[in-house]
């Protein structure tokens, strides 16, 4: 059994942000982030962390885990998606970096272990996204990490990005390619449902630096929110109003940290001319 099976769950034998650091530092220097409200990511007690996903970037996820480890001591391990585990050399990359594969199973594990844990659960749905698409959060009726997270008696904290989003235009999406002859073609023979949730799975066509899929160095923000303590449902997390209730809650307040990060990103001229140039690319 590897770690991308579900069920696997290794132990980190360092932290990410030590085992990267090089590529860390970099990315720093790129998008020169900015944090809001980091001292309320709690030390004392597991969490499970949940935000939303930038179209296209990996970026954001890293650079969030690294100053919760740097700032406030925390390791985080995300659960990715089942896409990103059939990549060769990018899996394994994930793996080094912290990830497991995204499943019931893997989240209980590390949750069993009082593991730290990140989940986007918009998924592979909302970081391909589509054009207009921008800061939407598309969970769809997934409850399954709210479930978890009043099962083990985990604190639930939101946190938004905001930023990377402007880093990459979509040029063509699924719905693009979905209504082209080839997409009617995948779609009347059943491969697209098959191989590719009805499209979902197909990451749209963007441009960021230049003409490259490079992402501009746009100055990414990371806004934590009030922490969610779901102790007061225990026993309830197969109850279908309660799981409706929290997650509201959840994408409630993670909506209003978008918000604010946009705000606070309109006020803030700080980048510097030369990132200025470059975004304008």
Same mark, same amino acid.
């Given at each position: 059994?590897?770690?991308?099976? $579900?069920?696997?769950?290794?132990?980190?034998?360092?932290? =990410?942000?030590? *085992?990267?650091?090089?590529?860390? %530092?970099?990315?720093?220097?790129?998008?020169?982030?900015?944090?809001?409200?980091?001292?309320?990511?709690?030390?004392?007690?597991?969490?499970?962390?949940?935000?939303?996903?930038?179209?296209?970037?990996?970026?954001?996820?890293?650079?969030?885990?690294?100053?919760?480890?740097?700032?406030?001591?925390?390791?985080?391990?995300?659960?990715?998606?089942?896409?990103?585990?059939?990549?060769?050399?990018?899996?394994?990359?994930?793996? %080094?970096?912290?990830?497991?594969?995204?499943?019931?199973?893997?989240?209980?594990?590390?949750?069993?272990?009082?593991?730290?844990?990140?989940?986007? =659960?918009?998924?592979?749905?909302?970081?391909?996204?589509?054009?207009?698409?921008?800061?939407?959060?598309?969970?769809?009726?997934?409850?399954?990490?709210?479930?978890?997270?009043?099962?083990?008696?985990? $604190?639930? $904290?939101?946190?938004?990005?905001?930023?990377?989003?402007?880093?990459?235009? !979509?040029?063509?999406?699924?719905?693009?390619?979905?209504?082209?002859?080839?997409?009617?073609?995948?779609?009347?023979?059943?491969?697209?449902?098959?191989?590719?949730?009805?499209?979902?799975?197909?990451?749209?066509?963007?441009?960021?630096?230049?003409?490259?899929?490079?992402? %501009?160095?746009?100055?990414?923000?990371?806004?934590?929110?009030?922490?969610?303590?779901?102790?007061?449902?225990?026993? *309830?997390?197969?109850?279908?109003?309660?799981?409706?209730? !929290?997650?509201?809650? !959840?994408? *409630?307040?993670?909506?209003?940290?978008?918000?604010?990060?946009?705000?606070?990103?309109?006020?803030?001229?700080?980048?510097?001319?030369?990132?200025?140039?470059?975004?304008?690319?």
């Amino acid at each position: 059994m590897t770690a991308h099976d $579900t069920g696997y769950v290794p132990e980190l034998a360092i932290a =990410p942000s030590q *085992r990267f650091d090089l590529v860390l %530092r970099a990315l720093r220097w790129y998008f020169d982030p900015r944090f809001l409200h980091l001292e309320r990511a709690s030390r004392r007690r597991p969490t499970l962390f949940v935000a939303n996903h930038s179209v296209c970037n990996v970026f954001d996820a890293m650079l969030f885990a690294d100053a919760l480890y740097r700032e406030r001591e925390i390791v985080l391990r995300p659960l990715s998606d089942r896409g990103h585990f059939k990549v060769p050399l990018w899996r394994d990359l994930l793996v %080094r970096q912290g990830s497991v594969l995204g499943t019931r199973e893997n989240c209980a594990a590390l949750m069993r272990r009082g593991e730290n844990v990140l989940v986007f =659960p918009g998924g592979a749905r909302e970081v391909f996204k589509r054009k207009g698409e921008s800061y939407r959060l598309l969970w769809k009726e997934r409850y399954g990490f709210v479930r978890l997270a009043i099962e083990h008696g985990y $604190t639930i $904290t939101p946190y938004a990005t905001v930023g990377a989003e402007e880093s990459l235009d !979509v040029l063509l999406d699924a719905g693009d390619y979905m209504s082209s002859p080839l997409g009617r073609l995948l779609r009347a023979s059943g491969l697209a449902e098959r191989h590719l949730r009805g499209g979902e799975e197909l990451p749209p066509l963007v441009r960021g630096l230049g003409l490259t899929p490079l992402p %501009r160095p746009e100055r990414m923000y990371f806004i934590v929110g009030r922490p969610i303590d779901t102790r007061p449902c225990r026993g *309830r997390h197969e109850d279908p109003a309660t799981l409706r209730r !929290v997650r509201d809650r !959840v994408a *409630r307040q993670l909506e209003r940290l978008i918000a604010e990060g946009r705000e606070y990103r309109a006020a803030d001229d700080g980048s510097g001319p030369v990132r200025r140039l470059l975004n304008r690319l």
